[in-house]
């Protein structure tokens, strides 16, 4: 019989307004709905469309790991959760365990309270510590904590507005239609009314499992835990997602901590012959396995399943947000498996594939380079179309602003120019891996080298520049380092056939896998969690782009920057000609780049002279908005617009125009303002200009030129992946050896061992020292 038990919360009168705005959201969102229960979600990202959600919680989430009482820190933070998300509009509803272990902790105090009274009666107080607690039985448990378990839900669901109700069923209410249609109104009922469920086992009067009684046909899964329970729950409430939260990060491919173990990120029907399972969670009557074919189950009904963490401290305040939001957590599980292979497998065989193009002959990788670099120039009709449709597509659009449509564009003179580069990259392949650094004789017959090696295996994310494909690829390969490629959507078609002519030249020496081009929907923050795989990230785009990636990659290293706020200071004695030119060319040439100049500092004395009349005159024709800085805002009656802030870029025609007294203040300001990308000065004096470029901490400092200078291919590297502010390994543009570390190699003739005694240290040193040196002076 199903036991039915509302406890809505006192303490919200219907007629409330926030209760009544909350029902007529629910309206007007039910009324917007519209999408069809035939089917699950065929990926991540379309998780944010759920709008009916069921969160399952298992006992080793609730309890606490001794088993006896609740985890309320844990359980508090799930329920923001839910209540957040039911707030937002969604039909939230709970299945949840806990009643035994809440029951347990209240009748083990009612015990020892009791044994402590009787014997403190009888025997005295010298046999308390002699007491023993009986095996208490689950359904007495169940009994006397439900109403705990429910009392306590309230309380924590009252803090955000929120109304629960308490549903408790067994197997047979499932197998009664009446039953079965009457829990069904009232769980709609309870949602049309805005008021979470919270659905559990009667495990007071529940019959023990029947073994072997998981899946009985397509239609009917016998209710035999509470995994069983959330899955015939969510199909019979055609729920859009159902969340299963476990004690661990998803479904391995094996048991959870073997040398093996590899947590799948998208499970599809087909792979149950692949798992291998473990055994079940401390607490609980199911294990993975029961998980796995209640989650198909449901899969099978029509409703998406991610099985997750909830136990995790570090992402349990957000891991049920985070897998709405579509978000790579725990795993998922769905019926569309794609058609090539996921992220995760490109990346082990972009490495597998990489490390044989670093072991490849340099000659080799330059004919690859080569091949790659004709390619260019023999199917530019292919490139040029696959680019005109990324062209017509982003103008018929019309979001792109003109900046970015340039990027976008590709021409057969840039294709030309491209395949000059790669030429260049080529020879420079020659002589770049396995380059002898140092060379050491540590001892008789034991010779240590530093050779260069590949760093391993990039990930390089750009946006909206097809260019930087081919160019990306080739430092890859010079340098033999695997590659993975993700793109803007802007130039997919371009991006796609660039990948297709950088695979055909990686063919000719079999690694055509070492450059991989990343074509599923995979989010930015879920590539940068692959940090056991990936070992350097360079991002190429935005400043938003840039900064995004640095806060997603907590594991791996970023090499790049996140803004360019380029400066070019005006000396006292410079020379009107030079700074005429200097001036629009960093400024106007190419406003979006990096190494643009976005602010102009002006020496004092040049402020009402002929030289500063021409500079704004220029500024003035060249269309370039000028915002004033403090300093320059008080000369002026009527000034510029003023900088709302000193560390702008601006990437367009705009800069500000700051005035400062010498030198050394244009420093000052340019170390407080700037972001160590490229700094320039224009003086005649070379004792001020030598100072500008001692004391100035920038990655590229110019005296004389234009700050568009800061560029691999101006540089003579061929190309760049990107221009780094980093202060260790790569800084500046960098080109083929910023993607190179180093390795030492010591080779013996096995009969020399390391002696760390003072009698071999002695020894090494009396061989090694130079001759006539006595070996204590060193000590």
Same mark, same amino acid.
């Given at each position: 019989?199903?036991?039915?038990?509302?406890?809505?919360?006192?303490?919200?009168?219907?007629?409330?307004?926030?209760?009544?705005?909350?029902?007529?959201?629910?309206?007007?969102?039910?009324?917007?709905?519209?999408?069809?229960?035939?089917?699950?979600?065929?990926?991540?990202?379309?998780?944010?469309?759920?709008?009916?959600?069921?969160?399952?919680?298992?006992?080793?989430?609730?309890?606490?790991?001794?088993?006896?009482?609740?985890?309320?820190?844990?359980?508090?933070?799930?329920?923001?959760?839910?209540?957040?998300?039911?707030?937002?509009?969604?039909?939230?509803?709970?299945?949840?365990?806990?009643?035994?272990?809440?029951?347990?902790?209240?009748?083990?105090?009612?015990?020892?309270?009791?044994?402590?009274?009787?014997?403190?009666?009888?025997?005295?107080?010298?046999?308390?510590?002699?007491?023993?607690?009986?095996?208490?039985?689950?359904?007495?448990?169940?009994?006397?904590?439900?109403?705990?378990?429910?009392?306590?839900?309230?309380?924590?669901?009252?803090?955000?507005?929120?109304?629960?109700?308490?549903?408790?069923?067994?197997?047979?209410?499932?197998?009664?239609?009446?039953?079965?249609?009457?829990?069904?109104?009232?769980?709609?009922?309870?949602?049309?009314?805005?008021?979470?469920?919270?659905?559990?086992?009667?495990?007071?009067?529940?019959?023990?499992?029947?073994?072997?009684?998981?899946?009985?046909?397509?239609?009917?899964?016998?209710?035999?835990?509470?995994?069983?329970?959330?899955?015939?729950?969510?199909?019979?409430?055609?729920?859009?997602?159902?969340?299963?939260?476990?004690?661990?990060?998803?479904?391995?491919?094996?048991?959870?901590?073997?040398?093996?173990?590899?947590?799948?990120?998208?499970?599809?029907?087909?792979?149950?012959?692949?798992?291998?399972?473990?055994?079940?969670?401390?607490?609980?009557?199911?294990?993975?396995?029961?998980?796995?074919?209640?989650?198909?189950?449901?899969?099978?009904?029509?409703?998406?399943?991610?099985?997750?963490?909830?136990?995790?401290?570090?992402?349990?305040?957000?891991?049920?947000?985070?897998?709405?939001?579509?978000?790579?957590?725990?795993?998922?599980?769905?019926?569309?498996?794609?058609?090539?292979?996921?992220?995760?497998?490109?990346?082990?065989?972009?490495?597998?594939?990489?490390?044989?193009?670093?072991?490849?002959?340099?000659?080799?990788?330059?004919?690859?380079?080569?091949?790659?670099?004709?390619?260019?120039?023999?199917?530019?009709?292919?490139?040029?179309?696959?680019?005109?449709?990324?062209?017509?597509?982003?103008?018929?659009?019309?979001?792109?602003?003109?900046?970015?449509?340039?990027?976008?564009?590709?021409?057969?003179?840039?294709?030309?120019?491209?395949?000059?580069?790669?030429?260049?990259?080529?020879?420079?392949?020659?002589?770049?891996?396995?380059?002898?650094?140092?060379?050491?004789?540590?001892?008789?017959?034991?010779?240590?080298?530093?050779?260069?090696?590949?760093?391993?295996?990039?990930?390089?994310?750009?946006?909206?520049?097809?260019?930087?494909?081919?160019?990306?690829?080739?430092?890859?390969?010079?340098?033999?380092?695997?590659?993975?490629?993700?793109?803007?959507?802007?130039?997919?078609?371009?991006?796609?056939?660039?990948?297709?002519?950088?695979?055909?030249?990686?063919?000719?020496?079999?690694?055509?896998?070492?450059?991989?081009?990343?074509?599923?929907?995979?989010?930015?923050?879920?590539?940068?969690?692959?940090?056991?795989?990936?070992?350097?990230?360079?991002?190429?785009?935005?400043?938003?782009?840039?900064?995004?990636?640095?806060?997603?990659?907590?594991?791996?290293?970023?090499?790049?920057?996140?803004?360019?706020?380029?400066?070019?200071?005006?000396?006292?004695?410079?020379?009107?000609?030079?700074?005429?030119?200097?001036?629009?060319?960093?400024?106007?040439?190419?406003?979006?780049?990096?190494?643009?100049?976005?602010?102009?500092?002006?020496?004092?004395?040049?402020?009402?002279?002929?030289?500063?009349?021409?500079?704004?005159?220029? &500024?003035?024709?060249?269309? @370039?908005?000028?915002? %004033?800085?403090? +300093? !320059? *805002?008080?000369?002026?009656? #009527?000034?510029?617009?003023?900088?709302?802030?000193?560390?702008?870029?601006?990437?367009?025609?705009?800069?500000?125009?700051?005035?400062?007294?010498?030198?050394?203040?244009?420093?000052?300001?340019?170390?407080?303002?700037?972001?160590?990308?490229?700094?320039?000065?224009?003086?005649?004096?070379?004792?001020?200009?030598?100072?500008?470029?001692?004391? &100035?901490?920038?990655?590229? @400092?110019?005296?004389? %030129?234009?700050? +568009? !200078? *800061?560029?691999?291919?101006? #540089?003579?590297?061929?190309?760049?992946?990107?221009?780094?502010?980093?202060?260790?390994?790569?800084?500046?543009?960098?080109?083929?050896?910023?993607?190179?570390?180093?390795?030492?190699?010591?080779?013996?003739?096995?009969?020399?061992?390391?002696?760390?005694?003072?009698?071999?240290?002695?020894?090494?040193?009396?061989?090694?020292?130079?001759?006539?040196?006595?070996?204590?002076? @060193?000590?």
């Amino acid at each position: 019989m199903l036991l039915l038990r509302l406890t809505l919360c006192s303490k919200i009168p219907l007629d409330s307004p926030r209760h009544l705005s909350q029902l007529l959201s629910r309206k007007l969102t039910q009324g917007g709905q519209g999408r069809a229960h035939s089917s699950s979600f065929a990926h991540r990202s379309e998780l944010r469309q759920a709008k009916r959600i069921v969160v399952k919680l298992g006992s080793a989430v609730v309890t606490r790991g001794d088993e006896c009482g609740l985890a309320l820190g844990r359980l508090a933070s799930i329920v923001e959760q839910v209540a957040m998300l039911q707030n937002q509009g969604r039909e939230m509803m709970i299945v949840t365990s806990g009643a035994v272990a809440f029951g347990k902790q209240r009748l083990r105090h009612e015990i020892l309270l009791s044994q402590s009274v009787r014997q403190a009666l009888h025997s005295g107080h010298s046999q308390l510590n002699d007491m023993s607690l009986p095996v208490l039985e689950a359904r007495a448990c169940a009994a006397a904590g439900q109403s705990g378990l429910m009392a306590l839900y309230e309380a924590m669901f009252t803090q955000y507005s929120t109304c629960t109700a308490q549903v408790l069923v067994t197997n047979l209410d499932f197998h009664d239609d009446q039953k079965r249609q009457n829990l069904n109104s009232t769980l709609r009922e309870l949602l049309r009314m805005n008021i979470v469920p919270i659905i559990n086992t009667n495990d007071a009067v529940v019959p023990p499992p029947e073994p072997n009684s998981d899946l009985q046909g397509v239609n009917v899964i016998s209710i035999k835990d509470n995994d069983s329970l959330a899955a015939r729950l969510a199909v019979e409430m055609k729920a859009d997602l159902l969340i299963a939260l476990s004690d661990v990060e998803g479904l391995y491919n094996s048991p959870p901590g073997t040398d093996d173990a590899k947590l799948i990120d998208i499970f599809y029907p087909g792979d149950q012959q692949s798992i291998t399972y473990g055994t079940k969670s401390r607490v609980g009557i199911g294990g993975m396995e029961a998980k796995v074919k209640a989650a198909l189950w449901a899969l099978q009904g029509g409703t998406s399943v991610v099985i997750a963490n909830g136990t995790n401290p570090k992402v349990t305040g957000h891991v049920i947000t985070d897998i709405v939001e579509g978000k790579k957590v725990g795993t998922f599980f769905s019926e569309f498996k794609p058609a090539g292979p996921s992220v995760e497998e490109q990346t082990e065989m972009a490495r597998s594939s990489g490390r044989t193009l670093a072991s490849l002959h340099p000659v080799q990788r330059s004919e690859i380079i080569c091949h790659l670099a004709d390619l260019l120039t023999e199917r530019k009709e292919e490139i040029l179309a696959a680019n005109k449709m990324d062209m017509d597509l982003a103008v018929s659009a019309g979001h792109l602003p003109p900046a970015m449509l340039k990027r976008l564009s590709l021409s057969p003179a840039k294709l030309n120019s491209l395949a000059v580069g790669l030429r260049q990259i080529a020879m420079a392949a020659q002589d770049s891996v396995g380059r002898v650094l140092r060379r050491t004789r540590v001892a008789h017959n034991l010779e240590l080298e530093q050779i260069t090696v590949p760093i391993g295996l990039l990930l390089v994310i750009f946006e909206a520049r097809p260019d930087c494909l081919p160019q990306v690829s080739t430092l890859a390969i010079a340098s033999g380092n695997a590659l993975l490629l993700k793109g803007g959507k802007e130039a997919a078609n371009t991006n796609r056939v660039l990948h297709q002519l950088t695979q055909e030249a990686l063919s000719m020496h079999g690694v055509k896998e070492a450059v991989q081009m990343v074509s599923t929907r995979e989010e930015v923050e879920d590539l940068c969690r692959l940090d056991k795989m990936i070992d350097l990230i360079v991002p190429r785009g935005s400043s938003q782009l840039v900064r995004d990636i640095q806060r997603a990659a907590k594991g791996i290293p970023v090499l790049g920057h996140s803004e360019g706020i380029c400066h070019v200071y005006v000396d006292s004695e410079a020379s009107i000609d030079k700074v005429i030119k200097i001036v629009r060319d960093s400024k106007c040439d190419y406003p979006a780049a990096c190494n643009a100049m976005e602010t102009l500092l002006i020496h004092r004395d040049i402020l009402r002279t002929p030289m500063f009349d021409q500079i704004i005159d220029m &500024l003035r024709t060249e269309r @370039v908005k000028i915002h %004033a800085g403090p +300093r !320059f *805002a008080s000369y002026l009656t #009527f000034s510029p617009s003023e900088a709302k802030s000193m560390r702008t870029e601006y990437g367009e025609l705009e800069c500000c125009m700051e005035v400062v007294d010498s030198m050394q203040e244009a420093i000052e300001h340019i170390h407080k303002y700037g972001s160590s990308h490229t700094d320039v000065i224009i003086t005649e004096n070379e004792d001020t200009a030598e100072k500008f470029l001692q004391q &100035l901490d920038s990655a590229c @400092v110019f005296w004389n %030129a234009s700050s +568009r !200078f *800061a560029d691999g291919y101006r #540089f003579g590297l061929g190309a760049e992946v990107g221009i780094s502010t980093a202060r260790i390994h790569a800084r500046g543009p960098v080109g083929l050896e910023g993607l190179l570390t180093t390795k030492w190699v010591l080779r013996g003739d096995g009969h020399t061992v390391a002696d760390f005694s003072e009698h071999g240290t002695m020894k090494y040193l009396h061989e090694n020292l130079p001759a006539g040196q006595n070996p204590s002076s @060193v000590f």
